[in-house]
């Protein structure tokens, strides 16, 4: 039995190297119009006329386009909002729910036959949504407590004295650092690994088919069919991760909203 | 005797150790609310926002663990 994928498995470029995978050339040549942007451009354009054209002319009895907007958006404020923050929540439903959605929409990028690949698997995406997350709470915090003292009821903690030494410091890299630095590197490596799964069950299988051992193809066929069934894991790690990521902010605001600790 | 040679980068063992640890957490997250769960069924809805948040939190070791290993792999190598 002859093995007709062989050719194949030359085109493939293996092992997948990150710059091959990750950096595909701009559009139409130039370096700024990248298949990101266009992505990026793309989800925005569809949240904004989606929420829009269902919002528009609210009908008592919704008709389903309007039940969905008004379920993402419930979800977001009574399911995270009131739930994470309490009574001072809904306030800051519009921003998470504009986060929430931008970001399952960009993460859902990663698995739409075409695209395949999201833009959050790029460092600068997600940096630039952690960043507006960490000045809004420090600019709730500054605004409840004032500057300094936000900082000084968020890192004094009750602990003996002797402690302080070690914590405050600690606990000064957590609101400085290392909250808006995991927030971030959470959602980059999320979908950088998920891409990264899928390129190699997918390569891998025409590395195997093409390998011309017939048990070796067989193993191919079954991993192709893995990467069937990580595509579809990664259709729920990509909403996993938009929710983590709205509900660390969420919980984020409202750490900066607590009286004392 | 010819001792098998292996390449590759050490960044990737590096990988390995830094999820052990995570895993475990991660485990002890989960296994923490189904307990809970199971003996207070209506406090599912409850805690919910409490397990994806321990869950993110171990987690992001795990992928600080990966993200360093592309960060020292040496592709030259």
Redesign the interface.
């Known amino acids: 039995m002859s093995l007709q994928l062989a050719p194949l498995a030359a085109d493939v470029p293996w092992p997948p190297?990150?710059e091959e995978a990750f950096f595909p050339p701009g559009v139409a040549g130039s370096l700024w119009v990248t298949k990101f942007s266009i992505m990026v451009w793309l989800a925005v354009a569809v949240i904004i006329v989606f929420f829009l054209v269902t919002q528009r002319n609210p009908k008592l009895v919704p008709t389903k386009a309007q039940w969905l907007s008004e379920s993402i958006y419930s979800f977001v404020r009574n399911g995270?909002t009131k739930?994470?923050i309490g009574h001072e929540g809904p306030r800051f439903a519009p921003y998470l729910t504009t986060l929430f959605v931008f970001i399952s929409f960009i993460n859902l990028f990663a698995i739409v036959p075409g695209f395949q690949i999201s833009p959050s698997s790029h460092i600068a995406f997600p940096t630039v949504l952690a960043l507006i997350s960490f000045l809004i709470y420090w600019y709730q915090g500054a605004k409840k407590h004032g500057f300094w003292s936000y900082i000084k009821t968020s890192i004094v903690l009750p602990a003996p004295w002797w402690v302080q030494p070690i914590l405050l410091p600690i606990e000064l890299a957590q609101i400085l650092l290392i909250r808006p630095v995991?927030l971030a590197?959470?959602l980059?490596?999320?979908l950088?690994?998920g891409h990264l799964i899928l390129l190699v069950f997918t390569l891998g299988g025409f590395v195997l088919m093409g390998s011309g051992n017939i048990g070796l193809a067989a193993v191919g066929v079954i991993s192709w069919g893995m990467s069937i069934v990580m595509t579809l894991f990664e259709a729920g790690v990509a909403l996993?991760q938009a929710?983590?990521f709205v509900?660390?902010s969420a919980?984020y605001v409202q750490s900066s909203l607590a009286d004392e600790h | 005797m010819a001792l098998a040679e292996i390449t590759g980068d050490i960044s990737s063992i590096g990988y390995g150790l830094a999820a052990i640890g995570p895993g475990i957490g991660v485990g002890i997250v989960f296994a923490a609310y189904i307990q809970a769960t199971a003996r207070q069924p209506e406090s599912a809805g409850l805690t919910r926002p409490y397990l994806f948040m321990g869950f993110a939190l171990s987690e992001a070791l795990a992928l600080f663990g990966l993200v360093l290993a592309f960060v020292f792999s040496n592709p030259a190598a």
Do not use: C, D, K, Q
């Open positions: 190297s990150v995270i739930e994470v995991t590197v959470r980059f490596a999320n950088f690994a996993l929710y983590v509900l660390l919980s």
